[in-house]
């Protein structure tokens, strides 16, 4: 059964860095697209960043962009999320999922299948 499993997640000062990860398994390829979410309390969740199933192409959401940065490692079948300069509003909680339609329409929630259970990330001094 394919799945997602995120790691990595904690707490961390303002400017600092944090690396999470999302661990997929049970896919028999490894050409899904992947995208990264985040929902904050009281606020809904949206899309962080997209990379494509080959990882040639990326998209990030305009707040972090700059900041963020999303690989991966299909021999390890691994996406990473690189943070840096973190703020106070990255606080959330962070999910992987699939995106069936590629990483132009990730956003789009009827694209989105098999969540992971999210990982904390907590930005505070």
């Known amino acids: 059964q394919e799945q997602f499993v995120e790691s990595g997640g904690g707490l961390v000062q303002p400017g600092g860095s944090l690396m999470v990860s999302c661990a997929a398994s049970g896919f028999t390829r490894n050409d899904y697209h992947v995208g990264w979410f985040r929902q904050a309390p009281g606020k809904e969740r949206e899309g962080v960043a997209c990379?494509?199933?080959?990882?040639?192409?990326?998209n990030y959401a305009d707040s972090v962009k700059g900041r963020f940065t999303i690989s991966r490692d299909n021999a390890k079948n691994t996406v990473y999320l690189r943070m840096t300069n973190l703020k106070p509003e990255d606080t959330a909680v962070y999910y992987c999922?699939?995106?069936?339609?590629?990483?132009?329409?990730?956003?789009?929630?009827?694209?989105?299948?098999?969540w992971g259970q999210g990982t904390q990330v907590t930005v505070s001094s």
């Open positions: 990379i494509t199933g080959g990882g040639g192409s990326t």
């Open positions: 999922a699939r995106a069936r339609w590629g990483c132009i329409s990730y956003n789009d929630q009827r694209s989105l299948d098999y």
